[in-house]
Protein backbone atom coordinates (compact mmCIF):
# COMPACT_ATOMS: atom_id res chain seq x y z
CA UNK A 1 0.00 0.00 0.00
CA UNK A 2 1.48 3.53 -0.98
CA UNK A 3 0.77 6.71 0.97
CA UNK A 4 0.52 9.75 -1.27
CA UNK A 5 -0.72 13.21 -1.66
CA UNK A 6 -3.70 13.51 -3.75
CA UNK A 7 -3.64 14.10 -7.41
CA UNK A 8 -6.23 15.72 -9.81
CA UNK A 9 -6.63 12.16 -11.36
CA UNK A 10 -7.14 10.71 -8.00
CA UNK A 11 -10.96 12.16 -8.16
CA UNK A 12 -12.63 9.33 -8.83
CA UNK A 13 -11.65 7.08 -6.98
CA UNK A 14 -11.50 9.41 -3.47
CA UNK A 15 -15.20 9.42 -4.73
CA UNK A 16 -15.85 5.78 -4.85
CA UNK A 17 -14.29 5.54 -1.24
CA UNK A 18 -16.58 8.44 0.15
CA UNK A 19 -19.96 7.70 -1.75
CA UNK A 20 -19.47 4.27 -0.11
CA UNK A 21 -19.14 5.70 3.44
CA UNK A 22 -21.02 9.47 2.93
CA UNK A 23 -24.34 9.36 5.30
CA UNK A 24 -26.25 10.19 2.25
CA UNK A 25 -25.64 6.89 0.12
CA UNK A 26 -24.44 4.55 3.09
CA UNK A 27 -26.92 1.59 3.85
CA UNK A 28 -28.45 2.13 7.04
CA UNK A 29 -26.86 -1.43 8.98
CA UNK A 30 -23.32 0.11 8.23
CA UNK A 31 -24.07 3.75 9.70
CA UNK A 32 -22.66 1.89 13.32
CA UNK A 33 -19.69 1.31 11.58
CA UNK A 34 -18.54 4.58 11.36
CA UNK A 35 -19.55 7.49 8.59
CA UNK A 36 -18.74 10.61 6.58
CA UNK A 37 -21.30 13.24 6.98
CA UNK A 38 -19.58 15.75 4.37
CA UNK A 39 -20.76 15.55 0.54
CA UNK A 40 -18.20 16.77 -1.71
CA UNK A 41 -18.28 18.03 -5.44
CA UNK A 42 -15.57 16.95 -7.98
CA UNK A 43 -15.04 20.75 -8.00
CA UNK A 44 -14.66 21.06 -4.24
CA UNK A 45 -12.08 17.99 -4.25
CA UNK A 46 -10.00 19.31 -7.19
CA UNK A 47 -9.74 22.85 -4.94
CA UNK A 48 -8.37 21.08 -2.09
CA UNK A 49 -6.15 19.15 -4.32
CA UNK A 50 -4.73 21.91 -5.95
CA UNK A 51 -5.44 25.04 -3.99
CA UNK A 52 -4.43 23.43 0.24
CA UNK A 53 -2.62 19.93 -1.09
CA UNK A 54 -4.99 18.64 1.82
CA UNK A 55 -5.89 15.32 0.36
CA UNK A 56 -3.60 12.48 1.41
CA UNK A 57 -4.78 8.82 0.23
CA UNK A 58 -3.53 5.20 0.93
CA UNK A 59 -3.91 3.41 -2.69
CA UNK A 60 -3.73 -0.30 -3.48
CA UNK A 61 -3.57 -1.34 -7.13
CA UNK A 62 -5.62 1.88 -7.83
CA UNK A 63 -7.85 2.01 -5.57
CA UNK A 64 -8.09 4.44 -2.91
CA UNK A 65 -8.84 2.21 0.62
CA UNK A 66 -8.67 5.45 2.69
CA UNK A 67 -8.11 9.44 2.76
CA UNK A 68 -7.44 12.41 5.15
CA UNK A 69 -8.81 15.10 4.10
CA UNK A 70 -7.41 18.62 5.85
CA UNK A 71 -7.17 22.27 4.79
CA UNK A 72 -7.56 26.13 6.24
CA UNK A 73 -10.83 27.34 7.84
CA UNK A 74 -10.73 29.88 4.66
CA UNK A 75 -11.40 26.48 2.42
CA UNK A 76 -13.98 25.13 4.91
CA UNK A 77 -16.03 28.10 5.22
CA UNK A 78 -18.58 27.45 2.33
CA UNK A 79 -19.78 25.08 4.98
CA UNK A 80 -22.16 26.47 7.28
CA UNK A 81 -20.88 24.01 10.18
CA UNK A 82 -17.25 24.96 9.13
CA UNK A 83 -18.70 28.44 9.37
CA UNK A 84 -20.64 28.17 12.59
CA UNK A 85 -16.63 26.77 13.83
CA UNK A 86 -14.54 29.48 12.32
CA UNK A 87 -16.62 32.18 14.52
CA UNK A 88 -16.48 30.03 17.55
CA UNK A 89 -12.44 29.60 17.17
CA UNK A 90 -11.96 32.95 19.66
CA UNK A 91 -13.45 30.97 22.33
CA UNK A 92 -11.02 28.10 22.36
CA UNK A 93 -7.72 28.13 23.97
CA UNK A 94 -4.93 25.16 23.48
CA UNK A 95 -1.64 25.02 23.91
CA UNK A 96 -1.43 28.28 25.78
CA UNK A 97 -3.16 29.72 22.25
CA UNK A 98 -6.48 31.56 21.62
CA UNK A 99 -7.70 29.29 18.01
CA UNK A 100 -7.74 31.19 15.12
CA UNK A 101 -7.50 30.52 11.46
CA UNK A 102 -4.04 31.45 11.15
CA UNK A 103 -2.95 28.24 13.95
CA UNK A 104 -5.18 25.95 13.27
CA UNK A 105 -6.49 24.39 10.40
CA UNK A 106 -9.72 21.45 10.00
CA UNK A 107 -9.05 18.07 10.02
CA UNK A 108 -11.22 15.79 8.42
CA UNK A 109 -13.61 13.74 7.16
CA UNK A 110 -11.41 10.89 7.10
CA UNK A 111 -12.32 7.68 5.75
CA UNK A 112 -10.90 3.81 5.77
CA UNK A 113 -12.04 1.30 3.68
CA UNK A 114 -14.16 -1.74 5.61
CA UNK A 115 -11.63 -3.98 4.70
CA UNK A 116 -8.65 -2.62 5.96
CA UNK A 117 -10.30 -0.72 9.42
CA UNK A 118 -7.86 -1.97 12.34
CA UNK A 119 -4.91 -2.71 10.46
CA UNK A 120 -3.22 0.45 11.79
CA UNK A 121 -3.76 3.02 8.03
CA UNK A 122 -5.86 5.01 9.94
CA UNK A 123 -2.73 6.28 12.70
CA UNK A 124 0.05 5.82 9.31
CA UNK A 125 -2.30 8.16 6.99
CA UNK A 126 -2.95 10.84 10.25
CA UNK A 127 0.66 10.89 10.59
CA UNK A 128 1.23 11.10 7.14
CA UNK A 129 -1.13 14.53 6.48
CA UNK A 130 0.75 15.54 9.80
CA UNK A 131 3.87 15.84 8.40
CA UNK A 132 2.46 18.63 5.70
CA UNK A 133 0.20 19.68 7.89
CA UNK A 134 2.18 20.15 11.23
CA UNK A 135 4.54 23.12 8.54
CA UNK A 136 2.00 25.01 8.20
CA UNK A 137 -0.31 25.02 11.47
CA UNK A 138 0.36 24.09 14.78
CA UNK A 139 -3.00 23.02 15.92
CA UNK A 140 -5.66 20.37 14.35
CA UNK A 141 -9.48 20.98 14.93
CA UNK A 142 -11.70 18.79 13.89
CA UNK A 143 -15.80 17.44 14.91
CA UNK A 144 -17.10 13.51 15.25
CA UNK A 145 -20.97 13.64 15.52
CA UNK A 146 -22.10 11.95 18.35
CA UNK A 147 -23.90 9.09 16.75
CA UNK A 148 -20.65 8.09 15.18
CA UNK A 149 -18.61 5.99 17.90
CA UNK A 150 -16.30 4.60 15.59
CA UNK A 151 -15.13 8.04 14.94
CA UNK A 152 -15.37 9.15 18.12
CA UNK A 153 -13.00 5.62 19.34
CA UNK A 154 -10.46 5.77 16.26
CA UNK A 155 -9.88 9.61 17.24
CA UNK A 156 -9.71 9.89 21.09
CA UNK A 157 -8.60 6.17 21.58
CA UNK A 158 -6.67 5.12 18.54
CA UNK A 159 -5.41 8.91 17.71
CA UNK A 160 -5.18 10.39 21.19
CA UNK A 161 -7.22 13.96 20.10
CA UNK A 162 -8.54 15.50 22.83
CA UNK A 163 -11.96 16.94 22.98
CA UNK A 164 -12.14 20.91 23.77
CA UNK A 165 -15.85 21.05 23.64
CA UNK A 166 -18.80 20.04 22.45
CA UNK A 167 -21.37 22.04 20.37
CA UNK A 168 -25.01 21.38 18.80
CA UNK A 169 -25.89 22.32 15.32
CA UNK A 170 -28.45 21.90 12.52
CA UNK A 171 -30.39 19.54 15.63
CA UNK A 172 -27.12 17.43 15.91
CA UNK A 173 -24.44 16.90 18.49
CA UNK A 174 -20.84 16.99 17.98
CA UNK A 175 -17.49 16.76 19.94
CA UNK A 176 -15.27 18.75 19.05
CA UNK A 177 -11.24 17.75 19.02
CA UNK A 178 -8.00 19.61 19.39
CA UNK A 179 -4.43 18.29 18.62
CA UNK A 180 -0.60 19.31 18.50
CA UNK A 181 0.58 19.07 15.22
CA UNK A 182 4.15 18.85 16.78
CA UNK A 183 3.59 15.04 17.85
CA UNK A 184 2.98 11.93 15.92
CA UNK A 185 1.08 8.93 16.78
CA UNK A 186 3.27 6.28 15.56
CA UNK A 187 6.69 6.32 17.26
Not at 26 to 53: N, P
Not at 103 to 111: A, E, H, L, R
Not at 153 to 176: D, S, V, W
Request: with cysteine; proline share 2%.
Amino acid sequence: MTLKLAQVEDIENILKLHYKYQIDSISEEDKKDGFVTTAFTKEQLRDIITQEKGVFIAVENDKVLGYVMSASWQYWSKWPIFAYMIKDLPNLKYLGETLNTNNSYQYGPVCIDKSVRGSGLLEQLFDFALEFMSKRYKILVTFVNKTNSRSFQAHKRKLGLEIIQEFTFNGNEYYEFVYDTSKRVLK
